[in-house]
């Protein structure tokens, strides 16, 4: 479940591998990615999205690659037809409303057509379906997030002393005390839960997205309650795809088994995703 | 921050610790121990209807159950196993397989990977409502712990096993443990941890109805002392816990523990 791609100016790549108990038990992955982009070469659109279906729902495997997929497919839509961000520079405050606007107004689109599928002909339960949702917008001059879970995002912008910054984006708060517990696109309550955040920045030439499955090896929290991106696993990750190698499958294989190994699964032993893009 | 633009300087900057470019592994990576904990309160009777078999019985499992706990790839850097036993002596925490003084510091939980099993001797009375007490206060303090450092954690179990009726000090029958069921009760409601309660042995009826009341939705009665099987179901549930299973995933496992079939692991 994985390729590499060059589209526009980024290089994008995303693996989703099964954990550990689902490897022991012969479950599939209920984890989804996908990435898609439109526009002309000079406004280019890239969108990726990953998904983490429910554990206690019987088709989570089936709504995480239906989520990623919508999401792609409706943003891609909505953001290339959107005005271009140009002619609204003169206004920081009324742009930042327009975009998380449009990130939230086609979430609900998303959404809702999540809905509809799932519940089919009527005797579907979309609930059945139940997943999370994380989406990246990478526009021609802004990046937006916006999802429902766990999922969460890291930038790389800037440098200090020649070292590149990595930058954990905004994240909800937990929707309980308990890890294992968050909200799915199918929850009554989703709608409340939409996290949206937008970023105007140059210097952005890397960003990764992924499901919880990777929270405790890609954030850090050093002995205090606040998340940080661990610096050592975000200048692997994002190293492997600024400069590839001559095989991609052999990339792939080589990312698979981090994803895989035992020290991975030891920090969590759920469903792991990775979808990143390196500006070219 | 909904509505605005997120500016980089306004999150803390984490540099990276080595730009030195490296295509074919990822073998540089350093990982902190943050897995996501689950805290795991065994609570047990080691009082004197336990002696002899019983008592050597519970030693040998717990033995076996520490090492496929060390086995587990998942459950050995997550679960945090405490013990509590009442008997002998009164109500006493274990930190592994050292006894702690009262007011002894320190959390008695000990990472699975690194826990190995305390050695019971059966004497003494049944204090099981002090020792249930003890285990909402060491979990309530053990997330206090987890949250101050910064880690996730699932929804910590109790499991309580006993042969006998609450009794107080003196080993008379005490009804003190009628306190603990609104208690209960309430710390379940709020989902502050799931408690079962396993009445082994020769327990009577009227102690059957001492779990029932404290654990309404998991109690059971074993025949014999099948304490392997319990542990085994403590960690079947513990699996079900890291996958984010839903109550009737825990109601099934419990159901076929107490019917003694042993395919909770399918």
Redesign the interface.
Known sequence: MAAAARRGTWRTHGISVEG??HRREGLPCQDAWHEASAGPANARVTVLAVADG???RPYSDQGSKLAVRLATAYYTDRVAAAPPLGDRRGN??E???AV?RLLADTFHEVRDEFLDRTRGDGSGRPDDYATTLTVVVLAPDWLGTVGVGDGFVI?R??S???????????QPAPAS?????TVFLTSPEAPDWIH??????ADVDGVFLSTDGL???AL??????????????????F??L??P?PDPEEDNA??AN?LRS?????????DKTLLRAVRR | ????????DR?????????N??????A?????N???RLPLVLCLDTSSSMAGLPISTLNDAMRMWAQELHDD??L???VEVAVITFGGIGVRAWRGPQMLAPGQPGTPFVPAHAFHAPQFEAAGVTLLTEALDMAMQIVAER?QEL?????????PQICLMTDGLPTDTEGQLSDSWHRLGPVLAAEQEK?HFRLYAIGVGGISQQGLDVLRALAPAFHAHLHGFPFKQLLAMMSASA?A??????DE?FEKIFHQFRTQRSAWES
Not at chain 1, 160 to 170: A, I, R, S, V
Request: aromatic share 8%.
């Open positions: 550990y108990r429910a554990g206690s920081l405050a742009s930042a409303r998380h930038l912008a800037g200090e002393d020649g070292k590149p910054q990595f930058h954990l984006l905004p005390e308990y890890s294992n517990e949206t955040a937008c970023v105007r920045d929270a405790q090896a850090s929290s050093a002995g205090n309650p606040r998340q940080e991106p661990n610096a050592s696993f975000a200048t692997a990750v190293r492997s600024d400069n190698g080589a990312l981090l035992d020290r991975l699964t030891a920090l969590n032993a759920d | 921050m909904a509505g605005s633009w997120w500016d980089r999150s803390q900057d984490h540099t990276a610790p080595n730009p470019v490296r295509h074919d592994a990822y540089d990576i350093d990982f902190e943050n897995a996501q790839v998942s050995s850097a997550s997330k949250r101050a450092a910064g880690l996730q954690y699932y929804r989902r699996n816990e890291q996958k984010g299973a839903g995933v």
